[in-house]
């Protein structure tokens, strides 16, 4: 069965911290993994990693995957309050006609001014 | 550009009563169609997919389905709500095909039964 673990579950910080959150899957056909954030409706992509070992950046965002040992991580660095969302990770699977992404349950991050 | 409209957003409705959330896409043509639910818990489980009209594919056993009269269109139904559908509802879509897409996901409707 496929499966998605994120950690830590919630997080609190204050500005200028930096953190580290956490993915570890197992996904059968795995294609690509992605990340989003999440703040109070729809996800909103981050990133999309298919090679292990190839860093990601966006600002002060990135994220890096190893495909050997199966998980991703996600570092953001001098971390603002506009930051505090949940952050979700989906490994993506070949499955039936298409790829489907298989969601954790996300890192809650609350950044405190 | 792109755009994904869900609706409506926040729906209040009794146990039994029936369910419709629609979903539309423009600006692409053939995409794949999601819906995802989204309980306390927060993780996202995916409900139903579609790769093109007409073709419905479910995840997990329930007391919802899902339909795609139109290219663009995904609706998601019930003819009898329990408690347990409570939640929030996202629909997505993705560009066709087999390749690694990236899912862009619409506002989301919030159900509560009561």
């Known amino acids: 069965e496929d499966k998605v673990v994120q950690s830590p579950l919630s997080l609190v910080v204050h500005e200028g911290d930096t953190v580290t959150l956490n993915c570890s899957y197992e996904?059968?056909?795995?294609?690509?993994l992605l990340w989003y954030k999440q703040e109070k409706k729809a996800p909103t992509f981050l990133f999309m990693l298919?090679?292990?070992?190839i860093e990601k950046k966006s600002g002060r965002l990135s994220s890096i995957l190893d495909k050997k040992e199966l998980f991703s991580i996600l570092n953001i660095t001098a971390t603002q309050t506009g930051d505090s969302a949940i952050y979700l990770c989906?490994?993506?699977?070949?499955?039936?006609?298409?790829?489907?992404?298989?969601f954790g349950t996300g890192t809650l991050l609350a950044v405190q001014p | 550009s792109q755009t994904i409209h869900q609706w409506p957003a926040t729906l209040v409705q009794p146990v039994g009563s029936p369910l419709s959330l629609e979903c539309t896409v423009e600006?692409?043509?053939?995409?794949?169609l999601y819906w995802y639910r989204q309980a306390a818990g927060r993780g996202l489980q995916l409900l139903f997919y579609?790769?093109?009209?007409?073709?419905i594919s479910s995840e997990v056993p329930q007391n919802l389905s899902a339909s795609r009269p139109q290219d663009r269109q995904f609706i998601l139904s019930s003819k009898k709500l329990l408690l347990s559908d409570s939640g929030f509802y996202l629909c997505?879509?993705?560009?066709?095909?087999?390749?690694?897409?990236?899912?862009?996901f619409g506002a989301g409707s919030r159900l509560t039964v009561l």
């Open positions: 989906a490994p993506s699977g070949y499955g039936g006609a298409t790829n489907k992404l298989i």
């Open positions: 997505a879509w993705s560009f066709g095909g087999s390749g690694a897409n990236v899912l862009t």
């Open positions: 298919t090679s292990s070992g």
């Open positions: 579609s790769v093109g009209i007409g073709q």
């Open positions: 600006g692409t043509s053939n995409p794949n």
């Open positions: 996904v059968t056909n795995f294609r690509s």
